[in-house]
């Protein structure tokens, strides 16, 4: 069964030491997105510049602080496992404050995943 492996990181300079133990755990494929969260845009709120009941117009005006998103697609929970333990290695333990945020989806179906070698072309 193939499992979509989703970390939403606190910390963005730390996504390139990431990218590297996710690769060293066996993941062949990673999307990255620039991403925001609803709570940290809100959480900015306190600063003087935006309205005491701020839309997200308002908060959209500020300085944005910005996360990166990274998902992939693995074909066995050994695979989640090692990649869980890896992201830990590089942002600390998950239910800590200010790591970080993972979770599993299971995949019913995936395409494009791997091609047999001797394959043809599309």
């Known amino acids: 069964m193939y499992h979509m492996v989703i970390f939403v990181m606190n910390h963005p300079d730390e996504c ?25 845009l809100r959480g900015r709120a306190a600063h003087d510049d935006i309205p005491l009941m ?5 908060i959209f005006k500020t300085k944005e602080t910005r996360h990166r998103t990274l998902f992939s697609v693995v074909d066995s929970e050994e695979k989640v496992d090692a990649i869980l ?17 993972l979770f599993v989806l299971p995949v019913s179906r995936a395409y494009g ?3 047999p070698s001797g394959e043809a072309e599309c």
């Not at 133990?21 to 620039?34: D, F, H, N, S």
């Not at 333990?93 to 790591?99: F, K, Q």
Request: proline share 2%; with cysteine.
């Open 54 to 58: 701020p839309s997200l117009h308002d």
């Open 113 to 115: 995943m791997s091609r």
């Open 85 to 101: 333990k890896a992201t830990q290695e590089v942002v600390g333990d998950l239910d800590c404050e200010d790591t970080g945020f």
């Open 16 to 40: 390139g030491t990431l990218l590297e133990t996710w690769e060293a755990a066996g993941v062949t494929g990673i999307t990255i997105l620039e991403s925001s969260g609803l709570g940290r």
